[in-house]
């Protein structure tokens, strides 16, 4: 039994922690809803009190996020899915299937995770330049694709290898196929790792900046990180829309883990746990 002190000082602990991950956050939130910097300057004596949810509607405007947001949905919403379906199969087959080569195999998918982007960016590039994709979407989604199939093959084959071999056999014994254990057996009971996989892809997609910043120069295929960028540069110098534009480029990876928090959790403890 854990006694009182124990339990409050472990209360103690976890707000401090949490504390420190939120201040942040929150002085961004509070900034973004403070006075204008140039109205607080020029308007001193007005009196400029209370929120200012204006000002979020200013940053759309004058930083033109508009496009780049649905560019990054545009982006995001093609790396999780081929991403998924691609990680899934390959940590089935990693998994649970025996054939020659599949160390050295998988050993080559994990050096997908160590080598950073920076390394490989400047390549790539010339790469996708003699296939006269630079400068379009493919070239912005399909890197990303490749990087997160890396980390998603790990994920998956680690849940594939501890899943309920049982199930599996009997499944086998009434007839089905591998594809038909993959889909209809295995998968719907590892909902929460799929999940954290599609949140961790889609939060590492969505906050991607040297990729879209390198392979594409056009305003149209601009993402909402480089949106933000320019944003600083080039319309405002003012804390205050800047960081209005900043809750603007969060939120939806926000409102994402807000949605899918306790499945996300639920695998991420799953995955502690496994392997």
């Not at 999780?80 to 390959?90: E, G, H, N, Y």
């Amino acid at each position: 039994m854990i006694s009182k002190s124990e339990r409050a000082a472990n209360y103690l602990i976890l707000v401090a922690f949490a504390a420190f991950a939120l201040w942040p956050v929150l002085t961004i939130v509070a900034a973004a809803l403070g006075p204008d910097d140039s109205v607080a300057r020029t308007a001193q004596g007005a009196g400029l009190l209370g929120l200012h949810p204006e000002n979020f509607g200013t940053a759309w405007q004058q930083g033109r996020f508009g496009h780049s947001m649905l560019t990054s949905i545009g982006v995001s919403a093609f790396v999780v899915t081929c991403a998924t379906l691609l990680s899934v199969m390959s940590g089935y087959a990693f998994g649970t299937m025996t054939f020659p080569g599949r160390n050295v195999l998988f050993y080559l998918f994990l050096v997908g995770i160590m080598v950073p982007a920076e390394a490989t960016v400047v390549p790539l590039y010339f790469d996708l330049r003699t296939l006269g994709l630079t400068n379009t979407f493919w070239a912005i989604a399909l890197p990303q694709v490749a990087q997160s199939v890396a980390f998603g093959t790990f994920w998956m084959r680690t849940y594939f290898r501890a899943s309920p071999v049982a199930m599996a056999e009997a499944a086998r014994l009434d007839g089905a196929g591998s594809w038909t254990t993959l889909w209809r057996i295995l998968l719907p009971i590892g909902r929460p790792a799929v999940t954290t996989l599609v949140v961790l892809t889609f939060m590492w997609t969505w906050n991607e900046f040297l990729i879209p910043l390198v392979m594409a120069t056009s305003d149209e295929l601009r993402t909402a990180p480089l949106g933000l960028a320019f944003f600083q540069g080039q319309y405002t110098s003012g804390f205050t829309l800047l960081a209005a534009g900043a809750v603007i480029v969060a939120a939806p990876v926000v409102v994402l883990y807000l949605f899918l928090q306790r499945r996300f959790i639920q695998g991420m403890l799953e995955g502690a746990v496994r392997e």
